[in-house]
């Protein structure tokens, strides 16, 4: 049984059901609010929401139950940096106890090692002596993934629309980037190599292989073999019908295999010649087969935004993703076929899948 | 002392309709609100105290800014603009 948490323009929907068949709505939070993104803790089994009030601003909440009472958390930039909180793109469990990072708009890392209870902003990023050139993408400057290392809790790879990919191997003392291979060709060719305006649309780390990184850009898909250093291009070259998508899945038992949605390009951001499709690739990007039983084949123009595809834990895998037509689409065989398992939704922003 | 009422969600929040807060000026005023009902902090104003774009406030009815100075019989009510919302 997997529970889903949908975050939508009108609320978290909380769905149960197995991945494959129909999930049914089981709760509602924030109901009229954007909630961009939601997670349930592992460790502690509470769940976190971002949330904006078209009023009241970001805020993220925890509960224990989502159909219960929730608590704001109060995350917010200190005073004395002038800035204010415009949207929490992602929380992700750090890899300590009670530790878990927030990536926000404008582009800041926060951190929390009380559960989740208070945040605090990670300076060392904030003042990052290059911040001045951070560009943002179409969605803002977004820090939107947070890939930290499997018992190394002092290594993260971050990335930020669009200012690229930040690594840190000593706990956020410091920071560097990891751009090397990434082409930007929204970018004139004299500019692409030294340019930190990369809009990375998210990045995936493969558990098991911690070294390999897998990444949406806005133009191309690309792995790193090196933590992040330097990545290698497996999008259109490697059989993928376009270069356009925002979400990357990863299975985090293979290190060798991730799935996609491609999106027709960034002026036409819906599913490709009005067919939805996940692209499978099993063999670290050399080669990508579509998977399309099950999903809408005709005239279907869904658009999968970055925080609304993800995967369990399971075996078979289980997939799930959400797009802005309402649709959640699962699959409980790793990607072969797939189901409608909700409909007439808001439009969906993330989905995070927890199976116990 | 001014009187500063509150619609939903902010009603919920502060546990209360109309909350009693002290100050000369409008800014005071939604100062002393979130020291009154800690619970909104950060809904009134951001965090560097401008109060939120979507917020409309108002002392005895007429729209209101920051500095306008409230007496200690006004009425400050804090209500969602028709600006905002999710689409």
């Known amino acids: 049984m997997t529970e889903l948490l949908v975050g939508t323009r009108k609320g978290l929907i909380v769905l149960e059901g197995e991945a494959g068949g129909e999930m049914k709505p089981v709760a509602r939070a924030f109901p009229g609010d954007e909630v961009h993104f939601a997670l349930r803790d592992p460790r502690s089994g509470r769940y976190f929401a971002s949330v904006s009030s078209g009023y009241y601003g970001p805020h993220v909440h925890v509960a224990d139950d989502p159909s219960g009472e929730w608590t704001d958390t109060g995350l917010a930039f200190p005073d004395d940096t002038g800035a204010t909180l415009e949207k929490v793109w992602v929380i992700e469990t750090g890899e300590e106890d009670g530790t878990l990072y927030a990536g926000v708009a404008p582009g800041a890392l926060f951190k929390s090692t009380d559960g989740g209870d208070s945040w605090e902003l990670v300076r060392s990023l904030w003042d990052h002596p290059t911040r001045p050139h951070w560009q943002p993408g179409g969605g803002g400057l977004c820090l939107h993934s947070i890939c930290t290392w499997p018992g190394e809790p002092d290594r993260l790879a971050l990335a930020v629309s669009a200012a690229g990919v930040w690594l840190t191997d000593d706990g956020a003392a410091t920071w560097r980037h990891g751009n090397k291979g990434i082409v930007p060709g929204y970018m004139p060719e004299e500019a692409r190599e030294d340019t930190i305006q990369l809009c990375i649309h998210n990045m995936q780390r493969a558990p098991l292989e911690p070294e390999t990184i897998y990444m949406q850009f806005h133009g191309g898909v690309y792995r790193s073999d090196d933590a992040g250093e330097s990545w290698s291009d497996i999008g259109i070259a490697s059989g993928l019908p376009v270069e356009f998508g925002f979400p990357i899945a990863i299975d985090p038992s293979d290190p060798d295999r991730a799935f996609i949605v491609p999106l027709t390009a960034d002026l036409d951001r819906v599913t490709h010649e009005g067919q939805v499709c996940v692209y499978e690739t099993r063999d670290r990007g050399a080669s990508w087969k579509a998977h399309a039983e099950g999903l809408p084949q005709e005239n279907a123009y869904l658009t999968v935004l970055r925080q609304a595809f993800t995967y369990d834990r399971n075996d078979p895998l289980g997939l799930y993703f959400g797009a802005t037509s309402g649709d959640v689409f699962t699959s409980g065989d790793g990607g072969r076929t797939w189901a409608q398992s909700a409909t007439f939704l808001p439009p969906v922003s993330s989905v995070r899948a927890f199976t116990g | ?87």
């Not at chain 2, 309709?17 to 902090?41: F, I, K, N, W, Y």
């Not at chain 2, 939120?52 to 603009?81: K, L, M, Q, T």
């Open chain 2, 1 to 87: 002392m001014p009187t500063v009422t509150l619609r939903s969600p902010l009603k919920q929040r502060a546990g209360r309709d109309s909350v009693e807060v002290a100050g000369a000026t409008l800014s005071d005023v939604v100062e002393g609100l979130e020291r009154v009902a800690p619970a909104l902090r950060g809904w009134v104003t951001d965090e560097q105290g401008r109060i939120r774009r979507h917020v409309n406030v108002f002392i005895n009815g007429e729209p209101a800014e920051p500095g306008d100075a409230v007496g200690p019989s006004d009425r400050v009510d804090i209500i969602h603009a028709i600006t905002g919302g999710e689409r």
